[in-house]
């Protein structure tokens, strides 16, 4: 059985695979400042409560945006673990080709949507993820990854709102019946919620107009790209475990022996 770990700027994601089988997946706060001790007890924890067996792991696959993280996060995986990581970075297989003016810019996170989405579908694909950050990035149909577009995250939008006005309220983000808001907090949703189907949809056209790719197949992940997938026609496939997907298919081609 192998862990992935997905740490993202808001929350760290974890699955656990018995092969390709995703076999449960659990999350923790990225922002809540933790120990190596403090992380390593609540993996065993986690795992013990989603019924998974330490010594049944067998690998550990870890990607990362949040940099200070990892030193404590690493120390837990070794010693509460007993075992080495692979961490996506430079240096790492991917069967991707990385075309951009800078690669290293590249955010570990991305690499691992493009090289599960490309694995999983092939290309051309363009590939949405609808996290903290809202990100798009276009595959070709020989594997090369180099176009991508990012934008502010719906919850990133959502925050500025009631933050940075004084009476604007935090409001749970959901897609209204209509635009047609008669009152604060469904305004609010409309905003927010058509904001982001109307950048999604003009920024794949766009996509499409630009690249030439007009039978491009468009994939959807991240906790809020179920809301926007199922309110429009440009996105073919909503898919939940696409990152955690991508982790283990990089583990697959990295691991030793």
């Not at 009476?167 to 949703?189: F, G, H, N, W, Y």
Request: proline share 3%; with cysteine; hydrophobic share 40%.
């Amino acid at each position: 059985m192998v862990l992935v770990i997905d740490v993202g700027n808001t929350n760290i994601t974890c699955g656990v695979y018995r092969g390709k089988d995703l076999v449960t997946t659990f999350r923790m706060s990225t922002r809540q400042v933790r120990t190596s001790d403090e992380f390593g007890i609540l993996i065993l924890e986690l795992l013990r409560t989603n019924k998974v067996k330490k010594d049944l792991l067998t690998g550990v696959c870890i990607a990362s945006v949040v940099p200070q993280v990892m030193h404590a996060l690493l120390g837990a995986v070794r010693r509460y673990l007993g075992l080495e990581p692979i961490i996506v970075g430079s240096g790492i297989k991917t069967g991707i080709r990385i075309t951009s003016e800078n690669p290293k810019e590249i955010g570990p996170d991305r690499i691992v949507d493009v090289v599960a989405v490309y694995e999983k579908y092939g290309g051309p694909i363009l590939v949405l993820d609808f996290g903290t950050a809202t990100t798009y990035d276009l595959v070709t149909e020989d594997g090369c990854f180099g176009v991508g577009i990012t934008a502010p995250g719906i919850r990133i939008s959502a925050k500025a709102l009631w933050e940075d006005t004084a009476k604007l309220p935090e409001v749970e983000i959901k897609k209204p019946d209509s635009i047609l808001a008669r009152e604060t907090v469904t305004s609010m949703q409309a905003g927010l919620v058509y904001g982001q189907i109307g950048q999604t949809e003009y920024i794949i056209e766009q996509v499409k107009k630009e690249s030439g790719y007009q039978n491009l197949k468009v994939v959807a992940t991240g906790g809020l790209g179920r809301i926007i997938a199922d309110a429009t026609d440009k996105i073919d496939v909503y898919d939940s475990s696409l990152t955690l997907d991508g982790l283990r298919i990089i583990y697959e081609k990295n691991k030793k022996g």
